[in-house]
């Protein structure tokens, strides 16, 4: 609302009664409340849900994607012999950054 009214915008919500002209002190009073209400729903739900991921984590839950099982050393040897990263994936069935992420860490450390 703030964006809308700084380019001069007057939003009238005919069906709520709401009007946002800025000379109308009842309207502030009721967007600064709206924005108070939509901050505290807000916050409950980033609290039920890090409640939801906790409890997940306390029965066991494994949470995100499962991790990729593949040959890490089968990545590395197709690229020493200079085959392309497509190439490579579609040899091993595995994404193309799945691929990278595991030999390029592995290629700064020499």
């Not at 009007?19 to 109308?24: K, L, R, V």
Request: net charge positive.
């Amino acid at each position: 609302m703030a964006a809308l009214a700084s380019y001069g915008v007057r939003f009238i919500a005919t069906t709520q009664g709401l009007d946002t002209d800025a000379s109308n002190p009842c309207s502030k009073l009721m967007l600064t409340m709206l924005a108070g209400v939509a901050e505290f729903e807000r916050e409950l739900i980033i609290e039920r849900t890090m409640a939801g991921i906790e409890a997940a984590r306390k029965r066991g839950v494994q949470l995100g994607r499962r991790p990729r099982v593949f040959r890490r050393d089968e990545v590395q040897r197709l690229r020493s012999e200079g085959k392309s990263w497509k190439a490579i994936s579609t040899a091993l069935g595995v994404p193309v950054g799945t691929c990278r992420g595991a030999v390029e860490p592995l290629e700064g450390m020499q």
